[in-house]
């Protein structure tokens, strides 16, 4: 049934399913990328073993992972369990089994890229909130806006670390610049938090994950360009698989 959309050599992401410490020291998802190496006759699944650089990543047996496949068919999603590690023709596999049914999923709101972008950012007032509602952008004042570093970004959403915290479900106003097609494009968007809390060992430094709102598809789709172009580059200096 599963050949029916996913098939050997497709590109694939595992994120880990419970929060770890990731490279730039904050606690969050961690995202591995490798490919599929062949699908069992008992519907499991051996993975080409991720790597980082040159070293193997041995990711645990019994540990749990939200699969997200990119095949010829679409973006498909998944829980899976690492059953095996086995080496294969000279290859490092991962077997593994779903625990959770396939079902399709929309790659721009799903893939986050990991990233470095210093960014100015504050609560929203409620005048604001309603001129973005309304597709105005109506901006009071930046005077008060602190300084963050969002660390990964999608078209749906940004994490990034500052040293305030800030209350769940509250709007805020971010402001950052990214390079699409070249050229640096400012961009002014309303987020709501999904979390903020503080991170471990850090005093007075926060880590928040937002979605945007508000948000127009030719805006969303620039900073999918700017993802789209990153990894492109990090690809041709060998930063990828």
Do not use: W
């Amino acid at each position: 049934m599963i050949e029916q959309f996913i098939s050997p050599g497709d590109k694939l992401e595992l994120r880990s399913t419970v929060h770890v410490i990731l490279p730039d020291g904050t606690e969050g998802i961690k995202t591995y990328k490798t490919s599929v190496y062949n699908i069992m006759e008992d519907g499991k699944l051996e993975l080409v073993m991720p790597m980082e650089q040159t070293k193997l990543i041995l990711l645990p047996i019994g540990g749990e992972y939200d699969v997200c496949f990119y095949s010829h068919k679409g973006v498909y999603r998944a829980d899976v369990r690492i059953v095996d590690r086995q080496k294969n023709n000279g290859m490092y596999i991962l077997v593994v089994e779903m625990i959770s049914s396939l079902h399709k999923y929309q790659r721009r709101e799903y893939y986050r890229f990991n990233c470095i972008v210093d960014m100015m950012v504050r609560e929203m007032t409620k005048q604001e909130e309603d001129a973005f509602a309304r597709g105005v952008t109506y901006i009071i004042s930046e005077k008060d806006m602190i300084k963050g570093m969002i660390v990964d970004i999608s078209g749906g959403g940004t994490r990034f670390v500052s040293r305030q915290k800030f209350n769940e479900d509250s709007m805020l106003l971010m402001q950052f610049e990214l390079s699409v097609m070249g050229r640096h494009k400012p961009f002014l968007l309303a987020a709501k938090v999904i979390y903020s809390g503080e991170i471990e060992n850090r005093e007075e430094e926060y880590e928040n994950r937002v979605k945007f709102e508000y948000i127009d598809t030719m805006t969303r789709e620039e900073i999918i360009r700017y993802i789209f172009d990153e990894e492109r580059k990090n690809r041709k200096n060998g930063k990828d698989r």
